[in-house]
């Protein structure tokens, strides 16, 4: 599906400009036929000739660009943008030459990897990158993977995880979501993983919901959960999820989605046996399609009308220059002025009041709810007391024998893998001077974790360095030529608290130990996310998949995994299939 066109910032920075941006706006809005379109042009460039050079003019022309845009006038809003452009160029402002260059490619006419438009890109991407700035990296990044994404499938993939990791570098959360939200299109397009473009779907919807003003992508997001089901052959739920996208109140903006929506509805309906419904919503197709075209032809001619049309009327005003048209003009200005003084002071001191009262209210929230706290942390302390006097020896075995299988258990796994490995290429000195090594590692790790059980001490790397480090020197020891482990991590800046890191640890330590037993694979990865005080944690292998159904199976395997999730308030997902892999997805709040 083509991505829509993002907006771009209207640059009115300085206060002059703001009130002739005020006085073009309501001199179309509120006097209609007495304030044309042509009127307005007509007082931006009697501004445009008072200002002079300089960037105060450079912010006029980038202002009414955005005028131009909102007029469908495409072509007068390019002329704009390059005018701007081209006082930056003088002045050196070197931020507003990259935004002009971003602001060229986002609303350029040509397909988004033709070179001429490419070129923009490409100056606004090495400048953010000279500047070391996450947020424009992450733009430059996003808008990169949308150029490559219908001809060159690896590229964009690239691009796209960068944008993920840059955006959360800088805590721009829907840049983060818009991004995410491409990122799973890949995903399900092109390696077919609907499950996996599902949760990250979600994922996105969840921001969208939250957010303000972005109806359309919750529509957006609704049309791709229903094609990743479409694609799944659930043809129920696809109908369930177009039905949601189509019950959000329509606008200009959504004409498009809401042609795809009929289409896809008039589909489901015909799959479902449902003749009736589905001729109805093909019907509802055509005539948006055709409403569109129409729409498309008539922006044509009227731009290029309104072209002729301004040309001749500028011609009239320069030889009508008189003193009543002068005096017309000042009255109609003063009015404005008067108007939108009104309306801004009224505006204000309602806004002030309102705040006023919801920082009140927001403090008697507060103190009611440290109260409540408060009560129930007494509460809890109680209870807790009592439930330790009860469970504590139960507690102490069950951990003595987790640690036993999780500790020892998995170390001998890994150690068993080296042996292996150490029998199979006795010729080959490196591999077996390698494995020789990690086998006296993983031998002196058992041997510490019998030391430290012994003297109740199970924490371990965990607790001296951190979660991150123990992995690594997890997966150090067990990677050889037969299986290499790799470790992705975004947003972990800061240690998590010891006991949840242990747990995690643990967590991880015996899907690695299930990967030597029963995956036969020679890859894996392991990626954790931080995102949102959420911990997204995904263990994927390119071995033989499960066979059977892990969840019924007994001993301490997948359903003693998902048990501590459990306890830990999270929640796990298994994709998996013989011979194509597995890939393990835990989210667990922090």
Not at 45 to 55: A, T, Y
Not at 339 to 349: E, P
Not at 392 to 413: C, F, I, S, W
Not at 484 to 491: L, S
Request: proline letters at 1%; charged letters at 30%; hydrophobic letters at 35%.
């Amino acid at each position: 599906m083509t991505r829509k066109k993002e907006a771009m910032v209207v640059y009115l920075h300085d206060k002059s400009l703001i009130l002739i941006y005020i006085l073009l706006s309501f001199s179309l809005s509120l006097f209609g036929q007495k304030v044309d379109k042509e009127d307005s042009i007509f007082y931006y460039q009697k501004e445009l000739n008072k200002l002079g050079f300089g960037e105060k003019k450079a912010e006029l022309h980038l202002s009414f660009s955005d005028y131009y845009i909102s007029q469908n006038q495409s072509i007068e809003a390019y002329k704009e943008v390059f005018k701007a452009l081209a006082i930056y160029e003088k002045t050196g402002n070197q931020d507003q030459i990259a935004e002009c260059n971003l602001k060229l490619h986002v609303n350029s006419t040509l397909k988004k990897e033709d070179e001429a438009s490419k070129e923009y890109l490409d100056r606004y991407y090495n400048y953010a990158k000279k500047q070391k700035d996450t947020q424009k990296l992450a733009l430059a990044h996003k808008m990169y993977g949308i150029v490559y994404f219908d001809v060159d499938y690896p590229k964009s993939r690239k691009h796209f995880e960068k944008a993920i990791k840059y955006a959360l570098i800088a805590n721009d959360s829907l840049l983060w979501a818009k991004s995410t939200d491409n990122f799973a299109l890949l995903l399900a397009g092109f390696d077919k993983k609907q499950d996996s473009s599902l949760f990250y779907y979600n994922q996105c919807l969840d921001y969208y919901k939250k957010a303000k003003n972005n109806s359309y992508l919750v529509v957006s997001a609704y049309i791709n959960i229903a094609n990743s089901y479409e694609k799944k052959n659930d043809i129920d739920k696809a109908l369930f999820y177009i039905k949601k996208a189509d019950s959000i109140p329509s606008n200009k903006l959504q004409a498009f989605y809401k042609e795809v929506i009929s289409e896809k509805l008039s589909n489901y309906y015909k799959w479902k046996g449902d003749y009736k419904k589905a001729l109805k919503h093909k019907e509802l197709f055509i005539k948006m399609r055709d409403s569109i075209n129409d729409a498309q032809q008539d922006f044509a001619i009227s731009e290029l009308q309104t072209k002729y049309e301004t040309e001749k009327k500028e011609k009239e005003n320069a030889l009508l220059k008189s003193d009543i048209a002068e005096k017309k003009q000042t009255e109609t200005i003063l009015i404005i002025v008067v108007i939108a003084s009104i309306i801004i002071g009224t505006g204000i001191s309602f806004l002030i009041a309102k705040n006023a009262k919801r920082k009140q209210q927001l403090a008697q929230q507060k103190e009611q709810i440290r109260l409540q706290e408060v009560e129930k942390e007494l509460k809890e302390q109680e209870l807790s007391s009592i439930d330790i006097l009860i469970e504590g020896q139960e507690k102490e075995r069950q951990r003595l024998a987790e640690n036993l299988h999780d500790n020892l258990g998995g170390t001998l796994a890994a150690l068993k893998l080296n042996m292996q490995n150490l029998q199979q290429n006795k010729q080959n000195e490196t591999i077996l001077e390698k494995s020789i090594n990690n086998s006296l590692n993983l031998i002196e790790d058992a041997y510490q974790n019998v030391r430290n059980m012994a003297h109740e001490k199970s924490n371990g790397v965990v607790a001296s360095q951190g979660l991150l480090p123990a992995l690594q020197k997890l997966t150090g020891n067990i990677s050889s030529d037969k299986l290499t482990i790799n470790i992705d991590h975004f947003g972990l800046k800061n240690r998590l608290d010891n006991s949840l890191e242990i747990r995690i640890f643990r967590i991880i330590q015996e899907l690695i130990t299930n990967i030597i037993k029963h995956a036969n694979a020679t890859e894996a990865n392991i990626s954790l996310t931080n995102h949102d005080s959420t911990l997204n944690i995904i263990v994927e292998d390119n071995g033989v998949g499960f066979k059977k159904d892990f969840s019924k199976s007994e001993g301490m395997g997948i359903a003693t995994i998902e048990k501590r999730i459990e306890n830990l308030g999270g929640t796990m997902q298994i994709d998996s299939s013989p011979n194509r892999g597995s890939s393990i997805i835990i989210d667990l709040p922090l």
